[in-house]
């Protein structure tokens, strides 16, 4: 062991203070202790309530996974997926965040969001990437909050906070639409239907639809809905008409609505109004009953071509429609008659021209209007008389669609009408185009039946032998002059060939024109060969471009 | 540290040193000097008379084959193979020189009747001539040249109509002088003006020549 | 080196008055003042590891505060096209073994759970042994110090492993991976763990025996 003297001592070095060191260090764990307690603080502060949603099936859902989102924005997370008690269901336990809070109310909506083809729109695709979630639509009804909620098993049609109204629509069949089908005001889409429920007693269907605001202050009392589903093709007296509304309505069915502008009042309709769902844009825009007067006319010739619907016309101008075809059998004469309903347009009125004193103009209405004459009174006993008749015409060829026109026939004037009915609004009828035409030619054949053929046969024979001698003569008087006249005619074609061919000579050579097109030719050959030496020279001899010609031997080879 | 890179400059400077590099050395070689021959020989002394008949006669189509039809002269071998003479050259293509050349002839021989080779001159010949040359080349080893040719005359489009003489065939060998081009085109000179012999003689056989 | 001999008689530096450089291995006396430089090279000289236990069990208490968020948090965000997923340290052992990696996950499950909690443990037990002035087994104690001083930095393979996956995996929406709270508090403890280790004076052990 070394001798204790050798061993140096130690430096003393200041005295630093403890606290630095020693009492410093524990300011660690109290840092991790206030982290740790934060981190949990800060955990159940923003935990918020839990909830329990039951579905009809929990596809597409994982505990731990599957998120609540209200508008894309995370709200929670599904803790728990078990088997509801009755097994007919399941219950989905979710722990939401402190801020779905207020959005936990009695109305709110919660569905699961998959990916789905409905009311032809395809939703939710992102999640077949991401996986299936649970939407909420937060409710509106600011009472009690609630924690156990029975899921939608489809995404509500409607977001709760769209603005807009509700309606009723009664249809009888529900053709192609569906819910959330589109509703259409010229084509713009402006809503969807919402629901469907047939009636109680099943005869007809109730539709409730929503329209967008702005859109939902155009319906008003007046408003007519109609199917705009497919395609509208209709035959009719005006001929053949394709109608669609889009190809989404052709797809999934639409339903289309316009106010008719004669409607008065502009006030928007009330939420909940019930309407008729007519089954195409022109029933829809018929004219209601109330606003029509019922007359008959009793045709006797067939009614083939005339369908309900067809146009009533006074001299081209629409005056009514066909309401229906009967038939009926008239005893007094022994045959079948067709008494046609027509419904006439009430409010339609012919403006009188403005004339100096025109005290007789019926129905005028108060001084400082002008004075209108409904056509309703047209249709009077007075013009009967004067010979006002109803007429089936043919309005096209090709479908043989017909319609009934009303006119005054002049010949007609005064004629006795024995068999015209009781009721007052009877228009009697006159025979149709093809009635008249079958009388004229039954007039034309009697008339012809009338002709003597046997004597104008035995004349014709005479005429035709005095025929046949004049034609001889002629023959004999021919042949004469034929002698005559040949040899000139001919030399008179040998001196129009010469001339055509000296013509045909002197186009043909010698002249500038194919001169100058022969040589051009030439000079097209010559700059072709040109060109064809160039490029044979230089296959040959390609480096002769650079290097010019070869020295050609000075003997010809053998 | 600078980079080598190639600027506008650099790249303008290297095309311009390429191009000269190339020109000069296009100019490092001296082009061979080329000869030029004619069938037409130069024509000795006074110009041959004037006809002074009413008949004409029109020179075409001459078809000329392909092979003769070119820039150079073109030899045949002993072995048959033929070489085209890059310095011996044509003054003119031979499909033009060959219906100018007969018709020279022919006026030579026919002195009532005026020839022509192109169709603008005469406008309604008394006849004309077609001819077919179906072989006109140069042989060496002997040196010759060889013609034959079908040919016919047909009324033109006169009034008076002129003489006709069916196809005929003619087929000449001329021996050449020497090997050297200046001779050989001039034996096919010699067998042009031959045919052109045979075919005044058919023309004054069948009417006024 | 001498074997074992009875405690009172174990001729330590200390018990002569005498202190040894770290550096340079100096031996020197020892004053009264607790702060010392060396003689020779100006080292400070420590008596005891600063603080002594003191600050081993506050390191010690901050790392087991610490460690239950490290596993409550969690450490790894990863998203793939279909699914994200946030994995605590264990949740990813589990994840690996299902996925079939059992070896990743059993390298995991030793560096990142085994290893600390044995640290954890050990260090407990030596502080609460010197702090009680337990006597027995001073020597396995020591062995212990010694091996949780070797195995200790270890622990930093999740750690790495998290900071490497973090960084490199920025595929975009096809794969990305994100370190998560977890990691953070995780490393923490390690950090904590590995500071407290080399706090803690070992002679401690046989001081207090």
């Known amino acids: 062991m070394a001798d204790d003297d050798a061993i140096p001592q130690a430096i003393e070095a200041p005295r630093r203070s403890r606290w630095s060191a020693a009492q410093a260090i524990w300011l660690i764990p109290l840092l991790a202790v206030g982290i740790v307690g934060w981190l949990a603080l800060n955990e159940w502060l923003s935990s918020g309530p839990t909830i329990t949603i039951r579905f009809r099936s929990a596809e597409g859902i994982e505990a731990g996974k599957t998120r609540v989102k209200y508008r894309d924005v995370d709200l929670g997370v599904v803790k728990q997926v078990r088997l509801a008690p009755d097994r007919k269901g399941v219950i989905v336990v979710a722990q939401m965040e402190a801020d779905a809070r207020p959005l936990l109310v009695r109305d709110t909506r ?87 429920d047939l009636d109680p007693d099943g005869r007809n269907l109730t539709l409730r ?31 053949v008409r394709l109608r669609t509304e889009s190809l989404l309505a052709v797809v999934v069915g639409g339903i289309s609505f316009e106010t008719p502008p004669e409607a008065a009042p502009p006030t928007p309709a009330a939420s909940g109004t019930r309407y008729t769902l007519f089954d195409s844009q022109a029933s829809a825009l018929r004219r209601p009953d109330w606003q029509t007067l019922e007359y008959t006319a009793t045709f006797v010739d067939s009614v083939r071509g005339l369908a309900v619907g067809a146009p009533v016309e006074f001299k081209g101008f629409v005056i009514g429609e066909v309401a229906a075809v009967d038939i009926e059998f008239d005893p007094a004469i022994l045959r079948f008659v067709f008494p ?12 009188v021209a403005p004339q100096a004193a025109a005290p007789a103009a019926r129905g005028a209405s108060a001084p400082g209007n002008p004075a209108r004459f409904p056509l309703e009174q047209l249709l009077s006993r007075r013009s009967v008389e004067r010979g006002l008749r109803a007429q089936l015409r043919s309005s096209n060829l090709i479908t043989g669609q017909r319609y009934v026109a009303i006119d005054f026939f002049p010949e007609l ?9 009781s009721g007052a609004h009877e228009i009697p009828t006159t025979r149709d185009s093809f ?51 040949i040899p000139s005619a001919k030399a008179v074609l040998d001196d129009a060939r010469r001339t055509i061919e000296e013509v045909r000579a002197l186009a043909a050579q010698g002249q500038p024109l194919p001169q100058q097109a022969s040589t051009a030719l030439r000079d097209l050959s010559r700059a072709a060969d040109a060109l064809r030496d160039l490029a044979e020279a230089i296959e040959r001899q390609p480096e002769s471009l650079l290097r010019g010609r070869r020295a050609a031997p000075a003997e010809v080879p053998r | 540290m600078k980079r080598l890179r190639p600027g506008r400059a650099g790249i ?15 100019c490092a070689t001296d082009t061979p000097p080329t000869r030029w021959h004619n069938l037409v020989a130069a024509v000795p002394g006074a110009p041959a008379a004037v006809p ?93 040249a060889v013609l034959r040719a079908v040919w016919t005359l047909r009324p033109g489009a006169a009034k008076e109509g002129g003489p006709a003489v069916p196809a005929q065939v003619f087929e000449t060998v001329v021996a050449a002088a020497g090997p050297d081009p200046t001779a050989l085109v001039a034996a096919m000179t010699a067998a042009v003006d031959q045919l052109s012999g045979r075919i005044s003689q058919s023309v004054c056989a069948a009417g006024p020549c | 080196m001498t074997t074992a001999a009875p405690d009172d008689a174990v001729a330590t530096l200390r018990s002569r008055g005498l202190v040894q450089c770290p550096a340079c291995q100096l031996v020197m006396g020892a004053g009264a003042a607790a702060e010392l430089r060396c003689a020779r090279c100006g080292t400070p000289v420590v008596l005891r590891t600063s603080g002594g236990l003191g600050t081993t069990t506050a390191l010690l208490l901050a790392a087991l505060v610490l460690y239950v ?19 605590t340290i264990v949740s990813g052992v589990i994840e690996l073994v299902h996925t079939g990696s059992w070896l990743l996950g059993l390298i995991v499950f030793v560096a990142s759970v085994l290893i600390p909690l044995f640290k954890l443990a050990v260090l407990s037990y030596l502080v609460l042994s010197v702090r009680l002035r337990w006597s027995h087994d001073a020597r396995g104690r020591t062995r212990l110090y010694r091996l949780i001083e070797v195995i200790g930095r270890w622990s930093m393979l999740d750690v790495f492993v998290v900071g490497l996956l973090a960084a490199l995996v920025q595929l975009g929406p096809a794969a990305q991976v994100q370190a998560g709270p977890g990691v953070v508090a995780f490393g923490a403890v390690v950090w904590l763990t590995l500071w407290a280790t080399r706090s803690f004076d070992p002679r401690l052990i046989w001081e207090r025996a």
């Open chain 1, 110 to 196: 919660l569905w699961i969001v998959r990916a789905r083809l409905s009311g032809g729109e395809v939703s939710g695709l992102s999640t077949l990437l991401s996986g299936s979630y649970i939407g909420i639509d937060g409710g509106t009804d600011g009472g009690e909050s609630r924690r156990d909620f029975e899921g939608l098993e489809t995404p509500p049609v409607l977001n709760s906070d769209e603005s807009g109204r509700e309606f009723r629509l009664t249809a009888s069949t529900l053709g192609s639409l569906e819910v959330g089908s589109p509703i259409f005001l010229r084509r713009v889409r402006v809503g969807q239907v919402l629901g469907t």
């Open chain 1, 209 to 239: 639809i929503f329209v967008r605001a702005p859109y939902d202050r155009l319906v008003t009392a007046n408003t007519r809905f109609w199917h705009a589903s497919g395609l509208d093709v209709s035959v009719d007296a005006g001929g």
């Open chain 1, 340 to 351: 046609v309903k027509l419904r006439i347009y009430r409010d339609l009125a012919a403006t």
């Open chain 1, 413 to 421: 004037r005064g004629e006795k009408l024995n068999h015209l009915g």
């Open chain 1, 435 to 485: 009635g008249e035409l079958e009388a004229s030619v039954s007039r034309i054949v009697k008339k012809l039946e009338a002709v003597p053929f046997d004597q104008v046969a035995a004349d014709l024979q005479r005429t035709l032998a005095s025929l046949d001698r004049a034609v001889n003569t002629t023959e004999q008087t021919v042949q004469r002059f034929g002698a005559e006249l």
């Open chain 2, 12 to 26: 303008t400077r290297l095309g311009i040193g390429l191009g000269l590099a190339v020109a000069l050395a296009g």
């Open chain 2, 52 to 144: 002074s008949g009413a008949r004409t006669l029109a020179v075409g189509p001459v078809s000329v084959p392909d092979e003769v039809d070119r820039p150079q002269l073109v030899v045949r071998t002993a072995r048959g193979a033929p070489v085209r003479l890059d310095g011996e050259r044509w003054s003119e293509p031979v499909k033009a020189q060959l219906p100018r050349a007969l018709a020279l002839a022919l006026a030579a021989r026919l002195p009532a009747t005026v020839v022509a080779a192109h169709d603008g001159v005469l406008v309604l010949p008394s006849a004309r001539l077609i001819v077919e040359v179906q072989r006109f080349e140069l042989q060496r080893d002997p040196d010759r």
């Open chain 3, 69 to 87: 968020p490290s596993n409550t948090l969690p450490i790894m965000a990863t998203r793939s096209g279909l699914e994200a997923r946030n994995d």
